[in-house]
């Protein structure tokens, strides 16, 4: 005799399969906003190292600049254009989540895609900021008077690079919140451990910047479950596939 959980599964799973081709081009917009993201932040990398920018002083900033204007600006692109892709990136997570439960994978897409959101209201990408340039070519011109206040703006957003705010250990909670659901089906439940552990250290990362910068070191076990997460999304969105072997189940 068949149960009512036998019958109930097929019929799950023919739901999921139909939610999930649905969503395809939402899948292949998320998975390459996520190969996207961690190649964007390389190449931020690279520029960093090959002209540094100084993080203290405002007109040794000033000058910076104006010698390095288009390295530093694009530069500043680069840290800040990838934060607009993890909102893509949690958002296809979240739609890819509901079969394993509505509420969950609304709670991992909205925890996961507002904190990278929140920080884009502040111009500044804790290496610089884009607002830095316009002062750097107002002060080349600017009076000895003009000068002064165009520093004193300048300090000004030097400080808020270097200002704790939420939306660091925010962005930790959300990944580690989306990691959990994503071990409970649709993605590989190693994907979903490992965006756990990179979630706990990344918040530990933000939690104790100041006493143990090293633990940003972090930064690199969630560039590789981006990398993954981006992979599983395209086979998504690819082939309609539902790659979990755990049984998706509708609820709330």
């Known amino acids: 005799m068949t149960s009512r959980a ?10 999921a399969t139909a939610w999930h081709g649905a969503w395809q081009p939402l899948y292949r917009v998320g998975g ?8 964007l932040l390389l190449a931020a990398v690279v520029l960093d190292r090959v002209a540094p ?22 530069a500043q692109v680069l840290w800040i254009l990838p934060g607009y892709l993890m909102v893509l990136v949690f958002v296809a997570v979240g ?13 991992a897409g909205l925890l996961g895609a507002l904190p990278p959101a929140l920080s884009l209201a502040i111009p500044v990408s804790t290496r610089g900021s884009l607002i830095l340039v316009t002062l750097s070519d107002r002060y080349a011109d600017a009076s000895r008077a003009e000068q002064a206040g165009i520093v004193a703006a300048t300090e000004a957003v030097i400080a808020e690079n270097t200002t704790v705010t939420l939306t660091g250990p925010l962005a930790a909670v959300g990944l580690l919140v989306a990691a ?30 100041f006493l143990v910068p090293e633990l940003y070191l972090a930064a690199l076990l969630q560039w590789v479950w981006v990398v993954w997460t981006g992979i599983a999304l395209l086979r998504l969105g690819g082939r309609g596939e539902k790659p979990a072997p755990a049984a998706p189940r509708y609820s709330e």
């Open 32 to 39: 390459l906003a996520a190969l996207l993201y961690v190649l």
């Open 6 to 15: 036998d019958q109930a599964a097929p019929a799950a799973a023919l739901a």
């Open 95 to 107: 739609v890819a989540l509901t079969p394993v439960g509505r509420s969950w994978a609304l709670l």
């Open 53 to 74: 920018p100084p993080v203290t002083g405002a007109v040794d900033t000033l000058l910076f600049i104006a010698d390095h204007t288009a390295v530093y600006t694009a």
């Open 180 to 209: 959990l659901v994503m071990t409970r089906g649709v993605f590989p439940p190693l994907l979903g451990w490992l965006g756990v552990a990179a979630g706990a250290l990344t918040l530990a990362a933000e939690l104790l910047r």
